[in-house]
């Protein structure tokens, strides 16, 4: 996800008659980091490795059924891809996208950009001590392709033709098209043993029935003990090889790391107040002001923590198009205007969030202002079938700051609710034939009750029959999957620079495939064109213009109400933690606590490493 620095940046690669093999690679520009640096800038090399992790699971899973992280089917033990699963190479987290040697020592680029040949380092090794060859790459690459994965995974890597072995350490991909993002891509791919799953007869099941058996994997980490469904430790293997590359210095300090998982997230944060958990990221604005408190925090056992983000994610709940009653963009349009977001932030998060307005928030990718001539160039052909709104400045969230109004929202809601063959009449909102318009706003986190009631009130003014209906995470995991919601908030996590996520997440195809990440239903031949363009700009302007054209076109639609954001990581941890100096640019939090923090060193000793 080691001959020489990539000088010529990617661009260049596509233009000369020659390629060279080079260490590091970069989708736009030059890689930041040299060919001889020692360690990421946001990684402490020296501190210390001897300290164990008490964790809590950080998605919405209250129990793990499988050891395949990428089935469709089964709960995966926590953080078992990030753990277990090294990729060919290392992206670094304080630049757009550019990527350093792991599995791989070094990559060529085709001229034309069509291949990517990546060559094994010799002393990569599979957690049984096998050597990784590039035999084991290519089967990686066939099975994460294939149908047998969540669609996740294999439209991850659909832009790979197919993977050939050129001799014991050298694999090439091909690609279908020529983008800057597939030698990255490529380079993301997770690698396993063939070896994963056989019976002591030689012979191995299909890889969607590989789901009990540990995996013999690349990464740092092993499973140490299985407790119940509901409790795993894994233990830092003594001979993982990669433990002194410059992309892993200072990375995996922890000897052991334990997951537990809760059903709530009361529970679970009362456990970390109790200190039975080393460190938690805090995702509620009202428990962070009034609940972070008591004896253990007067004591300083227990310290808060708030620390710089970068592009921030988009919040919101999801309609799904799918239904009929959400087919018009007038009543999503109605929908989003319903939402309160202001009364929220003032009354219920203390005015620590801001609002969300952009699918590429705090980010470069995101749209302002008015189209500019390249964007009305790409957003042109599709006039007749856009909002006119998506050819003016960028759209704002609705707000009830003086002089608007709740008032005058749900007045305006009303009218696009009655343009849209929505009357009220016999005490609900009916269309022409009679059917009252009813709403479920499905979720799985008791905590976001706070925001969807009152939501549901506004919808009820409107004679909408709305109601919360609250599932266990296994059951919302599968009405998810196969689509089967009304409304439900989601979080997109936000990514340094987009790229195939767009596929996976607003594409047409992914509208109708189970598990995709298209939950709005988006099937739009505009949006379609633009998430093309992203994916063939060849320049960094080109990539923003594609998607700042995309990001008008979602706004428009009215595919989610957006909600909220923090503009901090908020982490409350116990005083034996340490973390380095420098944050990432950008991180997803708990993979940086997991990767780069550490139990610091008994007093007195010495660590280059800051406390907060």
């Keep these: 996800m080691n001959r020489g620095f990539f000088t010529l940046g990617f661009a260049a690669l596509l233009v000369t008659s020659q390629a060279f093999a080079r260490p590091s690679i970069a989708q736009y520009d030059e890689p930041k980091y040299p060919a001889n640096f020692t360690h990421f800038d946001y990684a402490d090399p020296d501190a210390p490795t001897n300290g164990d992790l008490n964790f809590q699971n950080y998605d919405e899973l209250q129990s793990y059924d499988s050891m395949n992280p990428f ?15 090294d990729t060919l190479m290392q992206r670094s987290w304080d630049e757009l996208a550019s990527e350093y040697p792991l599995i791989a020592d070094d990559v060529e680029v085709a001229p034309d950009g069509k ?32 149908h047998q994965v969540s669609p996740i995974h294999n439209s991850q890597f659909a832009n790979i033709s197919r993977a050939t072995v050129v001799d014991r350490l050298t694999v090439r991909f091909d690609f279908k098209e020529a983008r800057r993002d ?28 590989i789901s009990n058996v540990p995996p013999v994997a690349s990464g740092p980490y092993l499973i140490e003990q299985r ?44 456990d970390f107040k109790a200190g039975h958990t080393d460190m938690r990221v805090e995702y509620s604005s009202s428990a962070w002001t009034r609940q972070y408190v008591g004896k253990n925090f007067s004591n300083g056992s ?18 799904n198009t799918r239904k009929p009653q959400f087919a018009d963009a007038r ?16 009354l219920t998060f203390y005015g620590q969030y801001r609002r969300t307005g952009s699918y590429f928030q705090d980010s470069p990718f995101g749209a302002t202002g008015v189209p500019d001539a390249k964007e009305l160039k790409l957003l042109e052909p599709y006039r007749s079938m856009l909002p006119a709104a998506v050819f003016g400045p960028m759209l704002k969230p609705p707000d009830t700051l003086p002089p608007h109004s709740l008032r005058a929202n749900l007045r305006e809601a ?49 004679g909408i029959h709305a109601h919360l209906r609250e599932l266990d995470s296994a059951l919302y995991e599968k009405r998810m999957d196969a689509f089967d919601f009304d409304m439900t908030t989601y979080i997109y996590e936000p990514v340094t620079i987009p790229g195939g996520e767009l596929t996976r997440r607003f594409g047409s195809a992914a509208a109708s495939q189970p598990s995709s990440e298209n939950f709005p239903g988006v099937r739009s031949k505009a949006a379609d064109a633009m998430i093309d363009a992203a994916l063939k ?76």
């Design 227 to 270: 407790k119940n469904d509901k409790q795993i430790t894994y233990r830092r293997n003594p001979d993982y090889w990669a433990a002194d590359l410059p992309s892993r210095r200072g990375m995996y300090r922890f000897q052991r790391i334990t997951f537990r998982l809760f059903t709530d997230f009361y529970t679970s944060r009362e």
């Design 537 to 612: 700009a060849q320049t960094l302007s080109d990539l923003e213009t594609a998607t700042h054209a995309l990001d008008r076109i979602l706004i428009n639609g009215y595919y989610i109400v957006p909600e909220y954001y923090s503009p901090d990581t908020r982490v409350g941890y116990r005083a034996r933690m340490g973390f380095p100096r420098v944050s990432p640019l950008s991180y997803y939090a708990e993979d940086w606590l997991v990767d780069y923090w550490f139990v610091k060193a008994p007093s007195g000793a010495t660590t280059a490493a800051s406390t907060h």
């Design 414 to 462: 009303q009218v696009l609710l009655n343009e849209a063959g929505w009357q009220y009449r016999d005490g609900a909102l009916r269309n022409a034939s009679g059917t009252p318009m009813t709403i479920e706003i499905m979720d799985d986190q008791p905590g976001m009750d706070k925001v969807i009631l009152p939501y549901i009130q506004q919808l009820q003014t409107l």
């Design 182 to 209: 597939a030698p990255l891509i490529a380079g993301d791919l997770p690698v396993f043993s063939p070896k994963w799953g056989m019976k002591a007869d030689g012979t191995r099941p299909p890889f969607d029935q």
């Design 115 to 146: 291949s990517a040949t990546f060559h094994i380092n010799p002393k990569a090794r599979f957690s049984n001590g096998d050597a990784i060859t590039a035999a084991d790459v290519k089967y990686s690459c066939d099975t994460l392709s294939s």
């Design 302 to 319: 227990l310290k808060r923590g708030e620390f710089p983000d970068g592009p921030a994610q988009m919040q919101g709940m999801v309609i």
């Design 71 to 85: 089935l469709v089917r089964g709960a995966p033990a926590p953080d078992l891809k990030h753990l277990m699963f």
């Design 331 to 346: 009543v999503r349009r109605a929908l989003t205007l319903a939402f309160d977001y202001d009364w929220l932030n003032r």
